[in-house]
Nanobody, 121 residues
């Protein structure tokens, strides 16, 4: 199995920055992608940003220019650097990691427990 642990959430004022971190550990042969999603109660979980091992990244339109995803592959860690935060960014942020457990095996997806981000004055 794979463990995914997020950290870095909290309360921040509008316009402020915040950085989330996510570490994956366990039975990992290779990580194919790491990403961040968020969810507000009553709504579906939505993509925020993803990063593939090949170097590509994808962002939700609402965060382009404000959020940056980065990875430390040696540490199986992904970061979400958030700036110019808005009240509508308030949500539980979840880390998603897609891995292969061996050569030529299928890809499995794992989620963290989530970290709360609240943007409020």
């Amino acid at each position: 199995q794979v463990q995914v642990v997020e950290s870095g959430g909290g309360l921040v004022q509008p316009g402020g920055p915040l950085r989330l971190s996510c570490v994956a550990s366990g039975n990992i042969f290779v990580i194919t992608s790491m990403g961040w999603y968020r969810q507000v109660p009553g709504n579906q979980r939505e993509l925020v940003a993803t990063s593939t091992t090949g170097g590509g990244s994808n962002y939700a339109d609402s965060v382009v220019g404000r959020f940056t995803i980065s990875r430390d592959n040696a540490k199986n860690t992904v970061y979400l650097h958030m700036t110019s935060l808005k009240p509508e960014d308030t949500a539980v942020y979840f880390c998603n990691v897609k891995v292969r457990h061996g050569y030529m095996t299928d890809e499995d997806s794992y989620w963290g427990q989530g970290t709360q981000v609240t943007v409020s004055s």
